[in-house]
């Protein structure tokens, strides 16, 4: 059971994870998080698995970590609305490290080499995805490309800005006041 803290430095403890547990999510979450089965569909979609919706979706993570926190909230009288505007983005993403190692956790325990496998390999490709996105990022190839097409395109922005200056009409004469 891994915890993390809110912008208040509150600290928040996810669950204990249990069968019973995640059966309870699935089903009232109308089968989008079936987390025993992280390679499965997520939201019935069979092109995108749950576990890339949990680890790339930051909408699809904090509805997961409502259902997961629900008893809590409700214990502290915290609605989920007044629960977000605690949550700063360093706060989201220790919360998701946690339930994605307490996921890990719950698989080994369980023995189950395949799943665990996947989960850490999908960490694995998760932190050199960041990693080779912020080397690209910062590639200068990349910010002359930009600055050129940024150029090219107020170049001709411009250009057309001028050229309808030239068809615009000009002043009327003020109109005889006799």
Same mark, same amino acid.
Request: glycine share 6%.
């Given at each position: 059971?891994?915890?993390?803290?809110?912008?208040?430095?509150?600290?928040?403890?996810?669950?204990?994870?249990?069968?019973?547990?995640?059966?309870?999510?699935?089903?009232?979450?109308?089968?989008?998080?079936?987390?025993?089965?992280?390679?499965?569909? =997520? !939201?019935?979609?069979?092109?995108?698995?749950?576990?890339? /919706?949990? @680890?790339?979706?930051?909408? %699809?993570? $904090?509805?997961?970590?409502?259902?997961?926190?629900?008893?809590?909230?409700?214990?502290?009288?915290?609605?989920?609305?007044? =629960? !977000?505007?605690?949550?700063?983005?360093?706060?989201?993403? /220790?919360? @998701?490290?946690?339930?994605? %190692?307490? $996921?890990?956790?719950?698989?080994?325990?369980?023995?189950?080499?395949?799943?665990?496998?996947?989960?850490?390999?999908?960490?694995?490709?998760?932190?050199?995805?960041?990693?080779?996105?912020?080397?690209?990022?910062?590639?200068?190839?990349?910010?002359?490309?930009?600055?050129?097409?940024?150029?090219?395109?107020?170049?001709?922005?411009?250009?057309?800005?001028?050229?309808?200056?030239?068809?615009?009409?000009?002043?009327?004469?003020?109109?005889?006041?006799?």
């Amino acid at each position: 059971m891994s915890a993390f803290r809110d912008a208040d430095g509150t600290e928040w403890k996810l669950p204990d994870f249990t069968f019973g547990l995640f059966l309870k999510i699935k089903r009232e979450s109308g089968g989008r998080f079936n987390l025993l089965d992280p390679a499965g569909p =997520f !939201a019935g979609d069979d092109k995108l698995p749950l576990l890339h /919706a949990i @680890q790339y979706d930051p909408v %699809a993570f $904090w509805e997961l970590l409502c259902y997961l926190l629900a008893s809590e909230m409700e214990r502290r009288g915290v609605a989920p609305e007044a =629960f !977000a505007d605690l949550i700063l983005a360093e706060c989201f993403t /220790a919360a @998701q490290d946690c339930f994605l %190692a307490d $996921w890990l956790d719950f698989f080994q325990k369980l023995r189950q080499p395949a799943l665990t496998t996947l989960l850490e390999k999908a960490e694995t490709f998760r932190t050199k995805a960041i990693a080779m996105y912020r080397e690209k990022a910062n590639d200068p190839a990349i910010d002359a490309e930009v600055e050129r097409a940024m150029a090219e395109e107020l170049s001709r922005s411009f250009g057309s800005a001028v050229a309808s200056l030239g068809s615009t009409p000009g002043r009327s004469p003020p109109a005889n006041s006799s």
